[in-house]
């Protein structure tokens, strides 16, 4: 299963409608123990990322994830838009020069986008952040690509185990960001950040699977 550079033009786009798709929902969620602007945040970037992505739509994987998140740093506010531009400033650096990649090289450069993500943000499994649906789904893909399974269900699983962790944050209590500040009452609502983050997989499945 080779991930082409218009593969990832796919996929950004995808991510791009889901995130237009589920606006009011994010910022419902967002409204509970943030500021309520998490979805008009993340649809206004990746606004943004679609206007900028023919300007470099001939250029190889690495640039355009690359100008993905730096068009994130610039027009997500809130801790969005540093958060998820650096995931995919590194993902960029992880494929740069890449025309083409298999669902292993991926995973590879998902993992040190995620690595970036946790070193900037400081969060950990368990804190209530986009962390919590990320690592899961990123072992999930992982142990997949290991076990030899199908790629495209390689793909769904790592979905599901997102899908699962975004679930989990509901109990939890809220260590960082601007939920922290709620303490207890932060529990019982789920993420936004790791909604959004459930989203981009999802995006994985409906670009690359059909």
């Known amino acids: 299963m080779p991930i082409s550079r218009d593969d990832v033009i796919a996929w950004l786009s995808a991510y791009s409608q889901l995130l ?6 994010l910022t419902q969620l967002d409204s509970s123990i943030g500021d309520a602007d998490h979805g008009v945040n993340m649809d206004r970037g990746f606004k943004a990322v679609l206007g900028k992505l023919p300007t470099v739509a001939d250029k190889d994987i690495g640039t355009i994830l690359k100008s993905v998140g730096i ?4 027009t997500v506010g809130g801790a969005s838009g ?4 650096t995931f995919f400033l590194q993902a960029g650096v992880a494929t740069a020069n890449r025309m083409e990649l298999s669902l292993a090289d991926w995973a590879s450069a998902v993992e040190g986008a995620i690595n970036g993500l946790m070193a900037r943000g400081k969060a950990n499994i368990g804190d209530k ?4 649906a990320l690592v899961p789904a990123l072992h999930a893909l992982k142990q997949a690509i290991t076990d030899g399974i199908d790629e495209y269900d390689a793909l769904r699983q790592g979905a599901a185990a997102a899908e699962q962790g975004m679930k989990n944050t509901i109990p939890l209590v809220a260590k960082k960001g601007r939920a922290s500040y709620l303490a207890e009452r932060s529990a ?3 993420d ?5 983050s459930y989203l981009m997989f999802k995006a994985m499945v409906d670009a690359w699977t059909k």
Not at 71 to 74: D, E, F, K, S, Y
Not at 82 to 85: E, F, Q, R
Not at 129 to 132: L, Q, R, S
């Open 20 to 25: 237009a798709d589920n606006k009011e929902y």
């Open 71 to 74: 068009t994130l740093v610039q």
């Open 82 to 85: 540093p958060l998820y531009g």
């Open 129 to 132: 952040t986009m962390v919590d």
């Open 188 to 190: 019982g609502h789920q």
């Open 192 to 196: 936004p950040g790791a909604t959004s």
